[in-house]
């Protein structure tokens, strides 16, 4: 079977290369990678995007608004919260969670193609 999808020669254009690749060293893309692992459940991508709507949210509205148990939401809330996605702040028995990382409102909003109003 002939596979034209890859290149025949080792190195098309050596300059881009190393460019990129000194770019690349530079990086903390783990940091990319474990970011949409974190957001690639769908309950942490709907509490992300709940949170895009509204600056802060107490954890049983949450629960209610994606459908599942306090203790789930609160589950997922804690990966959230140990990425540094999400912040907390309690309020007698309350738990309110809101972004914590300015990048995540955005992320959203260009994943979803919608309209800034996010």
Same mark, same amino acid.
């Given at each position: 079977m002939n596979d034209n999808s890859t290149c025949e020669i080792y190195c098309y254009d050596e300059e881009k290369? *190393? +460019? &990129? =690749?000194?770019?690349? =060293? $530079?990086? *903390?893309?783990? +940091?990319?990678? =474990?970011?949409? !692992?974190?957001l690639a459940d769908e309950n942490r991508a709907k509490i992300a995007f709940a949170l895009c709507q509204d600056d802060e949210l107490c954890v049983c509205d949450i629960a209610n608004i994606i459908g599942s148990t306090v203790a789930t939401a609160s589950h997922h809330l804690r990966t959230l919260h140990? =990425?540094? &996605?999400?912040?907390? +702040? $309690?309020? #007698? !028995?309350?738990?309110?969670?809101?972004?914590?990382?300015?990048?995540? $409102?955005?992320?959203?909003?260009?994943?979803? #193609?919608?309209?800034? *109003?996010?």
């Open positions: 290369v *190393n +460019r &990129i =690749q000194g770019a690349l =060293q $530079k990086e *903390n893309l783990s +940091r990319v990678a =474990q970011l949409f !692992k974190v140990k =990425q540094g &996605i999400v912040k907390y +702040r $309690k309020e #007698g !028995k309350l738990a309110f969670y809101s972004l914590d990382a300015p990048h995540i $409102k955005p992320l959203i909003v260009m994943a979803l #193609g919608v309209e800034a *109003n996010v």
